[in-house]
C-alpha cells in the first residue's frame, strides 16, 4: 500500500514538474514574441523617423520660403520708420513669443520681449529710412529642412547691406538659423539665431 501512496506521488510530482515546465516555455515563447514584436515595432519606428528626416516635405518647404519672403518685405518696408510703425507690428506678429522662444545673437540671449525690442529698433529706429539697400542670403546658403510637415529649420548666411543712422552703410554677414513652427495653418518664429561667421 506504501509503494502505492509513493509511486502516485511521485507521479502528481512529475506531472506538476512537467506542467510547470510547460507553462515557462510558454512564457519563454511569449517572452520571445514580445521581444520580436518589440523588435519590429522599434524597427517601424526606426523607419518612420527616417521617412521624417528624409522626406521633403516641399509644399511645406515652400510656404516657409514665402512667410521668409515676407519678413524680409516687412524689414524693407518699414527700414527707418519709427519703433511703433505697423510695418514693425507685422514684422512682430511673424513671431511666436511666449517662454519658450529664445534669440542668441552677438554671445547674449533674449527672450521674447528682447527680440521684440532688438526688432523694432535696429530696423525700425536705428536704420535710415528706406535703410535697406540689401536683404538676401549669400548664394548657395540657403537651406530648408522640415521635419513632421510643421517644424521647419531655415539656414543661411547673410547677406544684408543696411544704411545705419549713426554707422552709416553696414554689411552683415552672420550665420542664421530660423526656426518655424506651423500653427493656426502660419508659420512662426519660435527661434532665433545669428552668430558672426569666423574670419581666416
Not at 49 to 70: C, H, M
Not at 102 to 123: I, K, P, W
Amino acid at each position: 500500500m506504501k509503494t502505492k501512496h509513493v509511486l502516485l506521488a511521485a507521479v502528481l510530482a512529475s506531472s506538476i514538474l512537467f506542467s510547470g515546465c510547460s507553462e515557462d516555455d510558454d512564457n519563454v515563447q511569449e517572452s520571445g514574441m514580445t521581444s520580436q514584436e518589440a523588435l519590429l515595432t522599434k524597427s517601424a519606428s526606426s523607419s518612420s523617423n527616417s521617412a521624417v528626416i528624409s522626406n521633403e516635405y516641399q509644399q511645406a518647404q515652400q510656404e516657409v520660403l514665402e512667410t521668409f519672403s515676407a519678413i524680409a518685405q516687412s524689414i524693407t518696408d518699414g527700414a527707418g520708420k519709427g519703433y511703433d510703425s505697423e510695418y514693425m507690428d507685422q514684422l512682430i506678429s511673424f513671431h511666436a513669443y511666449g517662454p519658450k522662444f529664445v534669440e542668441f545673437n552677438g554671445g547674449e540671449t533674449f527672450d521674447s520681449a528682447g527680440n521684440e525690442h532688438n526688432e523694432r529698433q535696429l530696423f525700425g529706429e536705428d536704420l535710415e529710412e528706406d535703410g535697406v539697400i540689401q536683404f538676401a542670403a549669400k548664394e548657395g546658403t540657403l537651406k530648408v529642412a522640415v521635419y513632421y510637415g510643421n517644424v521647419a529649420n531655415l539656414t543661411f548666411v547673410s547677406d544684408f547691406v543696411l544704411k545705419h543712422k549713426e554707422y552709416g552703410e553696414i554689411t552683415i554677414n552672420n550665420l542664421i538659423t530660423l526656426l518655424f513652427v506651423k500653427t493656426n495653418g502660419q508659420w512662426k518664429l519660435v527661434h532665433e539665431h545669428h552668430s558672426p561667421i569666423k574670419e581666416g
